[in-house]
């Protein structure tokens, strides 16, 4: 079977509303792994940011001067 992403949800609109919730739990749980790992890089590299501002507060900077260089980089 060659299924894309049309025919997958035409399929599935046709299916009882809670039917969908299943199928959209499902399909949720099979990128769970994925996801799971993502954020645990995520929460690594969060301890690891904490852990060095913990060691040199002067790091640290405010929330404005954070965006502030975002917004900087963008107009680049």
């Given at each position: 079977?060659?299924?894309?992403?049309?025919?997958?949800?035409?399929?599935?609109?046709?299916?009882?509303?809670?039917?969908?919730?299943?199928?959209?739990?499902?399909?949720?749980?099979?990128?769970?792994?994925?996801?799971?790992?993502?954020?645990?890089?995520?929460?690594?590299?969060?301890?690891?940011?904490?852990?060095?501002?913990?060691?040199?507060?002067?790091?640290?900077?405010?929330?404005?001067?954070f965006l502030g260089h975002f917004s900087n980089r963008?107009?680049?």
């Open positions: 079977m060659n299924a894309t992403y049309e025919s997958v949800m035409s399929s599935a609109m046709q299916l009882a509303p809670q039917d969908r919730c299943r199928v959209a739990s499902s399909l949720w749980e099979s990128t769970r792994s994925r996801v799971a790992s993502a954020d645990d890089d995520l929460d690594s590299m969060l301890d690891q940011r904490e852990a060095e501002l913990e060691q040199n507060p002067s790091l640290e900077i405010s929330h404005e001067a963008r107009r680049s």
